[in-house]
Structures are given as structure tokens and as C-alpha cells.
């Protein structure tokens, strides 16, 4: 059982790198990058749009500031960054796709 602990602890903090990201090319993830940039700016507009649409006020410009309300500094937090993240996520995923199907 420790030896196996032993094992798996030495796989994870190996400074080998790893296969899952072979094969990536600068130019797809320069694709990646850029797409993923386009879409986190289109969805912080899109949050921002349907949070004044929503509470009729402003979200908050800095939510670490002593003047913005815990609710609103953790929900602003918690919709942008849920939301930031997905969308980031899937907008590299899918310029990665394309890139492949084109290059194939």
C-alpha cells in the first residue's frame, strides 16, 4: 500500500511531461489563444448586459472594494468566473477542432 502511494506521488510530481498536450502546434494554440480571448471578452459584455438588465444597477467594477455589498461582490464573482471559465474553455476547444478538421 505505501509503496503504491510512494509510486503514484512520484508520477505526479515527475518533472516528465506528460503525452496529453503532444502534438499542439503554435499555430493552433496561437488560434486558441486569440479565439479564447475574443469569446472571455464577448462573455464578460454578455454578464455585464444581463446583470443590469436583471438587479437595474451596474455590476461591480472592483469587488474586493469595501464600498461593494458581500452579496453582489460574491455573486459577480461566482456568475463571471463560472461563466468566463466555460466559455473560455469551450471557445479553445472549439478553435482547436476546427483547426484540426482544416489541416486534415
Known amino acids: 500500500m505505501i509503496e503504491q502511494l510512494k509510486d503514484k506521488a512520484s508520477e505526479y510530481l515527475s518533472?516528465?511531461?506528460?503525452?496529453?498536450?503532444?502534438?499542439?502546434?503554435p499555430a493552433e494554440n496561437a488560434?486558441?489563444?486569440?479565439?479564447?480571448?475574443?469569446?472571455?471578452?464577448l462573455a464578460r459584455n454578455l454578464i455585464q448586459s444581463g446583470w443590469r438588465a436583471a438587479l437595474d444597477r451596474d455590476p461591480p467594477k472592483n469587488p474586493a472594494s469595501h464600498e461593494v455589498d458581500?452579496?453582489?461582490?460574491?455573486?459577480?464573482?461566482?456568475?463571471?468566473?463560472?461563466?468566463?471559465?466555460?466559455?473560455?474553455?469551450?471557445?479553445?476547444?472549439?478553435?482547436?477542432?476546427?483547426?484540426?478538421?482544416?489541416r486534415s
Do not use: K
Request: glycine fraction near 10%.
Open 15 to 25: 518533472d516528465a511531461p506528460d503525452e496529453r498536450n503532444a502534438g499542439i502546434e
Open 31 to 41: 488560434l486558441a489563444f486569440v479565439t479564447a480571448l475574443g469569446c472571455t471578452f
Open 70 to 102: 458581500w452579496q453582489d461582490a460574491l455573486l459577480w464573482g461566482a456568475v463571471s468566473g463560472a461563466v468566463v471559465g466555460v466559455a473560455r474553455i469551450a471557445s479553445r476547444r472549439a478553435s482547436s477542432s476546427a483547426y484540426r478538421a482544416i
